[in-house]
């Protein structure tokens, strides 16, 4: 199993920036993609920002031009740097990664979580 840690989350006001961390922890042989998703109040999950191994990423419409997102292999370690907040922002964070794993299945993780709050 791998386990995300997410941090960073917080309040903050319109404008403002924050930058949400992931760590991948556990068992890891060949994590491919990483990513940011996040779930407002009576909304479902969206897809925020993903990133390959290979350090491809592709970003939601919402994100592009505020949102950055990066990572480091070798601490299997991926970051969200999000500038230029609104009100709309405001979720649940969630980090995502997936994996091949030995049974040649590529199997998904998710972290708990955390929340975001921009105010206006």
């Known amino acids: 199993q791998v386990q995300l840690v997410e941090s960073g989350g917080g309040l903050v006001q319109a404008g403002g920036s924050l930058r949400l961390s992931c760590a991948a922890s556990g068992s890891i042989f060949s994590i491919n993609a990483m990513g940011w998703y996040r779930q407002a109040p009576g909304k479902q999950r969206e897809v925020v920002a993903v990133?390959?191994?290979?350090?491809?990423?592709k970003d939601a419409d919402s994100a592009k031009g505020r949102f950055t997102i990066s990572r480091d292999n070798a601490k299997n370690t991926v970051w969200l740097q999000m500038n230029s907040l609104k009100p709309e922002d405001t979720a649940v964070y969630y980090c995502?990664?997936?994996?091949?794993?030995?049974?040649?299945?590529?199997?998904?993780?998710w972290g708990q979580g955390t929340q975001v709050t921009v105010s206006s």
């Open positions: 995502y990664a997936d994996q091949h794993e030995p049974s040649g299945m590529i199997k998904p993780y």
């Open positions: 990133i390959t191994s290979r350090e491809s990423t």
